[in-house]
């Protein structure tokens, strides 16, 4: 069986998906590693996203953030591509943002100041107060976590369902370059090509929603990730 990576085989082909929309991302909260269910928009816009993911080819396994709104993404993925291997993996899950949870992204400057000015600071080594993670230290989690699955997965395709912030610092490691910030809207879909012998990275696909219609299905513009509006 030819590789599921036009790589070699010697790459595992990951695809990164972002969870459906959430009513704390319709209303610009700050969710972290809070724990909302998806809205009736995600469902629909998960539905959409697995029967796209049906269609191509199939995948070894799907792994997903233990959180909600990843989770069942991840389950309506995993039942209509007929996958019976999903892991649920706590380093998939958002950027702790501390004492910024719950707070609205557009009243968090005062009535979080200093947290909020962590969080937008641009240092990469910044913690944000009340536990909140530093870039760097999401970089490594999310990073570290998909290197040891494709590891597992030479040669295959694996999805794994993961969140805005986290997906942003995924498609930063691969490429520096990219323009992932802020791109990477609900169910939108990113593949990273991924050598499990040297850790190389390729960046092949960015926040690709082109299963969504924009008109009808209730997609979210504003909905992006935790550097841009609601993580």
């Not at 070699?8 to 319709?26: C, D, I, L, P, Q």
Request: some cysteine.
């Amino acid at each position: 069986m030819a590789p599921a990576s036009p790589h070699g085989e010697h790459f595992a082909e990951v695809v990164v998906v972002r969870h459906g929309e959430t009513s704390w991302n319709a209303s610009r909260v700050i969710q972290g590693q809070m724990d909302p269910e998806l809205n009736e928009t995600g469902r629909k816009q998960t539905i959409m996203l697995a029967r796209r993911l049906s269609k191509e080819a199939k995948p070894a396994a799907v792994y997903s953030s233990d959180l909600k709104r990843a989770a069942e993404t991840a389950q309506t993925i995993a039942a209509a591509c007929d996958v019976s291997n999903l892991v649920f993996d706590q380093a998939l899950r958002e950027r702790h943002m501390g004492d910024l949870h719950g707070q609205k992204f557009d009243d968090a400057v005062k009535s979080k100041p200093e947290a909020y000015k962590a969080f937008s600071s641009g240092d990469r080594n910044q913690e944000i107060p009340g536990g909140g993670e530093s870039l760097d230290q999401l970089s490594e989690r999310c990073v570290s976590c998909l290197n040891a699955i494709a590891a597992k997965h030479k040669g295959e395709r694996v999805i794994v369902v993961s969140h805005g912030a986290t997906i942003e610092e995924i498609c930063r490691h691969a490429d520096p370059t990219s323009s992932a910030r802020r791109r990477i809207p609900n169910t939108s879909i990113s593949v990273i090509h991924i050598s499990a012998d040297n850790r190389h990275w390729i960046l092949e696909k960015v926040g690709d929603v082109a299963h969504l219609n924009v008109n009808e299905d209730g997609f979210l513009q504003s909905a992006f990730g935790g550097d841009g509006a609601s993580a």
